[in-house]
């Protein structure tokens, strides 16, 4: 009798608990990268966000599987309610959701494109942090890059690409008075080189500003009070 009483017991909770054990949600990213497409299988969604582990499907444009990548807790938050299926895979676009669950670019200006998965919260003040992998063309595979994630995951969201500067840009701040802005250069074979960082002081009126900038492998400082 005891026995029987457990066995139901266990039932009615995985009853209770259905959608986490019954398969998972499904989406599709078409139009993030010239060359990829990627399918999110996630294993919790509610009416405003999805989270938790999700593995992430590359395609070629052909429909080719290329790889799957594996986010710890991926996480999408929907502009408005919604209610996901785990019947059909459901198109994301960029006006569903806050902060996109997969970013593509060329991350080290090396002309292949790389990819990021968002993997929490664990940005400046709670914001997006992204896992960063880069194109390896000799093993012919996405691979992770500490330093890029790194910059990906330890100011607000998913650092900014400028092709022809060939720089990252990272931002920052602490309470509602200081803003940072930092800029990396990547130096081929070698890494990331911090060359520029900017700082706004709004606690002062006018606002003070300090720039530093390393020039010539010598950092100048500017101050000044124009925004």
Known sequence: MKNTFLFYRS??????????????????????????????????????????????????????????LVSDDLVLYFKEPFTPSKINTIPLTSKMIHDSPVVFGD???DGAEDVALRNGNGGNYGSASYDVYVFNSTRNQFVPSKELTEIASAYQGMFEVDPKRKRLTAYARSGASLHYAYE???????????????????TQEPPKITIKEKINNKWIIKKSSKL
């Open 11 to 68: 039932l009615s909770a995985l009853l209770l608990l259905g959608p986490l054990y019954s398969g998972q949600y499904r989406f599709a990213i078409e139009d993030a990268s010239e060359k990829y497409n990627a399918e999110i299988n996630i294993e919790e969604c509610l009416t405003d966000q999805c989270g938790h582990k999700a593995n992430v499907i590359l395609f070629n444009k052909n429909g080719e599987k290329i790889q799957t």
């Open 107 to 109: 991350f080290n200006f």
């Open 184 to 202: 990396y250069q990547v130096i081929p074979n070698k890494g990331l080189d911090l060359v520029y960082e900017k700082i706004v002081d709004l």
